[in-house]
């Protein structure tokens, strides 16, 4: 295996910028606060994030206007947003909408945008569509060449400047870029489970878009960046999971009752030894899925499915041990275990399921479900 | 270093062609040139080289046909005793032990365990007392694998009971042929006897065979069961290598025995065997030329609990043929071999892994102490001189 599985120079360096700009500006007492105002993204960190400190642009070739730097370096950032469950659009601007672009017309104006974070996309997808699932027949085209049709759950879509929607077009697939301010497109926020990355409902009638790819070329495009989204989001588990982990760690050795530190009782510290041991073996995964999709190798498609089978169950995992062992503090809104937990949940969900994974990696490695039975 | 490396083995091949070179005679060869462990001193089988190149050698050695030194038949010289002694020993007793412990020709046991210290290993009782410069050990030891193969032992005894039970043990190495030894083999679940009582009566040790100093075997023993950790889990390995693999052959081969049920646990194990390589070849990756440290405590744990599991999931997936057993004869194997026997041994012998180089409980109490920095429980053996410890 020739998989590099450690964090280079420059990507601690980066993590260490990027957890510094995270510190000054996404405290949780910040992020709680957001929460319940109007507008639950903070356009001002973005700025500092995908502009200022070229976040957005890190896996964008130099040539389309990025960093020129790979997937690695993404996914490391993303580990430090779901340290800090930062309300930022990354995953949905930067992961999946740049990811189908660069992959679709790289050339496109609009990536260079999108890389110097000066705009924000989103791929107007289910967040919970599954890499290799069919290609979605919820938007189609029409004898005038505008879209109609309704998409639901997709994230980051009230951030977004611009929509990447796959349509179903005159000659089968087809992936469209649609301006958010257009005629007729409607984006209609839910209450969402996860109050730092809220999804929303498109709806689109007659609406004008811009043709990027058509029939495979599409299909590939939107392809990729589900693969792609899947392995990174276990970058952000990892985070997740890393700071569930710690900040308990930390509580249960301040946190006094039976005139002993809690985390003295081995019925305690077995659990957690077990959580730190699962969360090691995240990283080591969510590492084999970052350095896979970063060099094109072909074990990708396993690398992912195995990220997300394992990193999926065990951030929420996590989560729910941070809430448990903090006892009733836990269970309040004031404590920040919730958003972890909420976000856990919905990364569980997003890009397919641990379950769909597996299914996935059943038909990947040749282990075959039983015919019948 | 790396070329060099590569033509000291061709030099080696060339003055000793595989073909018709004694196996015994060859394996000498290696370790003179020091090629058997080559970040090992020059003069004692190695070179100073980074650990990680000794996979380059065996490559080459392996492609040429050269012969192996059998690691599973002597894997506690090779993985405890050698790494202890190179730490601890003596310039004489790295020259006298460490080239036949590597060649084979001298197998090493582990005499640590007692019936009252298992993982309380520091209560140990087996005591030594200096006479002249021969220290005289009398004391039971129990489940000590290889015994009955051993020629030298690694030995924790109690050479101070007055201090408190860290202070007062010294390290030895034990003359297995001493007529003082007696092996008496103890049969296991398998039902065969792998692991030994060895009762140990007036058994006389130079203090020449001593490792460390005085009082201070309880640091010297950490080297051995450090080491013994990572030895059990931390070999480099390729995807559905071990028990893995074994039970996804039999069911891509038997589609006859699949049930949805199995289905669901066969995946949720393949990821966690997966998982678990991937974090073994990320500490690889972190600790090249590094010591073991606590990592190794935690892939032993991972480790057993998927032998456990996934054995498990096979004997339940042979369905009636689960209800067999190959051989419940009583033999002394050399070497466990998980691969060469069936369904149901592979089952009762993975029982071992959460057992053998310390239970999983104590690693989980060593992740959460050492590695997470969580409190240790209030003990009530501090500062107590070993003699007065309840027993
Ligand atoms: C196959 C095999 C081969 C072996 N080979 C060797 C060998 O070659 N040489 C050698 O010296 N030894 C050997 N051993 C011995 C092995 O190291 C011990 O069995 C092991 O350390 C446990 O000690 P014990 O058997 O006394 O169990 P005990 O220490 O009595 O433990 C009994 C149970 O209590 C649990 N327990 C103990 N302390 C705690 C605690 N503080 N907190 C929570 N739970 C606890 C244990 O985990 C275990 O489940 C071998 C064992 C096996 C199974």
Redesign the pocket.
């Known amino acids: 295996m020739t998989a590099d599985l450690l964090y280079s120079e420059v990507e601690e360096e980066l993590r260490a910028s990027v957890r510094a700009l995270l510190a000054d500006h996404c405290t949780t007492a910040a992020v709680l606060a957001r929460c319940e105002g109007p507008a639950p993204y903070d356009p001002a960190l973005w700025r500092k994030l995908a502009a200022d400190l070229g976040a957005a642009g890190l896996h964008v070739p130099e040539a389309a206007g990025g960093a020129g730097a790979s997937l690695r370096e993404t996914a490391v950032v993303l580990e430090e947003l779901g340290r800090s469950v930062a309300p930022v659009p990354f995953l949905g601007s930067v992961v999946l909408a740049t990811t189908a672009l660069l992959a679709a017309c790289p050339a496109d104006p609009l990536t260079a945008a999108l890389a110097e974070g000066a705009r924000t996309a989103a791929l107007a997808v289910p967040l919970s569509t599954a890499p290799g699932s069919a290609f979605p027949a919820g938007v189609r085209v029409d004898g005038a060449g505008t879209l109609g049709g309704r998409i639901t759950a997709v994230a980051d879509a009230s951030a977004a400047d611009v929509l990447l929607v796959p349509a179903a077009g005159p000659q089968g697939a087809a992936l469209y870029a649609v301006e958010a301010s257009a005629a007729g497109l409607g984006v209609v926020p839910r209450t969402s489970l996860d109050l730092t990355r809220p999804v929303a409902d498109v709806t689109l009638a007659g609406v004008p878009g811009r043709l990027l790819a058509a029939g495979p070329d599409a299909e590939a495009a939107l392809q990729r960046a589900l693969l792609t989204g899947a392995g990174l989001l276990a970058s952000e588990q990892l985070g997740i999971a890393e700071w569930c982990l710690a900040t308990t760690v930390a509580y249960l050795k301040e946190r006094t009752q039976f005139a002993r530190p809690l985390g003295s009782f ?1 019925a305690i510290k077995h659990r957690l030894a077990d959580l730190w041991l699962e969360t090691v073996g995240a990283r080591a995964a969510a590492r084999y899925a970052a350095d896979t999709l970063a060099r094109g190798d072909a074990d990708a498609p396993v690398a992912v499915a195995l990220a997300q089978a394992h990193c999926g169950a065990l951030a929420v995992r996590a989560a729910e041990e941070c809430v448990q062992l903090h006892g009733g503090i836990g269970m309040t809104w004031e404590h920040p275990a919730h958003l972890y937990l909420k976000r856990a949940k919905a990364d569980q969900i997003a890009l397919g399921t641990p379950g769909a994974h597996r299914a996935s990696l059943a038909r990947l490695v040749d282990l075959p479900a039983p015919v019948s039975g | 270093m790396e070329s060099e490396l590569r033509e000291r083995t061709a030099a080696l091949l060339a003055a000793h062609d595989p073909a018709d070179t004694d196996r015994l005679a060859f394996l000498q060869a290696r370790f003179d040139a020091g090629l058997a462990w080559v970040h090992f001193p020059e003069g004692l089988g190695g070179l100073g080289a980074p650990r990680s190149l000794q996979a380059v050698v065996d490559a080459e050695l392996a492609a040429a046909g050269a012969p192996g030194n059998d690691p599973r038949r002597i894997g ?1 010289g090779l993985g405890m005793a050698a790494p202890t002694i190179l730490k601890y020993g003596t310039d004489a007793q790295k020259r006298r032990f460490l080239r036949p412990l590597w060649t084979g020709e001298e197998v090493w ?5 007692e019936p009252g210290a ?4 520091a209560a140990l009782g087996t005591r030594a007392v200096l006479d002249g410069d021969t220290w005289v050990v009398d004391g039971q ?1 129990v ?4 015994a009955h193969t051993a020629r030298w032992a690694i030995l924790i005894a109690r050479t101070d009971p007055d201090v408190p039970k860290h202070q007062g043990i010294t390290y030895f190495v034990c003359d297995m042929t001493d007529p003082g030894v007696d092996v008496r083999p103890l049969r296991q679940i398998t039902g065969e006897a ?2 030994n009582e060895v009762f140990l009566t007036g058994v006389r040790i130079p203090d020449a065979h001593r490792l460390g100093a005085v009082g201070e075997g309880w640091q010297v023993a950490q080297t051995t069961l450090n080491n013994e950790r990572v030895a059990i889990g931390g070999q480099a390995a390729p995807r559905e290598a071990g028990m893995v693999g074994v039970v996804a052959e039999t069911w891509r081969a038997r589609p006859e025995l699949r049930t949805h049920d199995l289905h669901q646990r066969l995946l949720k194990g393949w990821v966690e065997a997966e998982v678990a390589r991937l974090t073994g070849e990320r500490l690889r990756q972190q600790l090249t030329v590094g010591q073991p440290g606590p990592e190794g405590a935690a892939m032993k744990l991972a480790f057993a609990r998927l032998a456990q599991e996934l054995s498990g999931l096979e004997v339940e997936l042979l369905g009636e043929e689960g209800l067999s057993y190959d051989d419940w004869t009583m033999r002394r194997p050399d070497h466990v071999d998980f691969t060469g026997r069936e369904a149901g041994y592979r089952y009762l012998r993975a029982k ?1 892994n959460s ?8 690693l989980r ?1 060593i992740i959460a102490e050492r590695v997470l920095g969580l409190p240790g429980e209030p003990r009530t053996d501090k500062n107590v001189p070993w003699k007065e410890l309840p027993r």
């Not at chain 2, 298992?118 to 290993?121: C, K, N, R, T």
């Open positions: 081995q | 506690i046991c582990q005499l640590f365990s298992g993982s309380d290993l030891k489940w000590t694998s290889s792998e692991f071992g057992i053998e180089g310390g239970t999983s409980e104590i109490n």
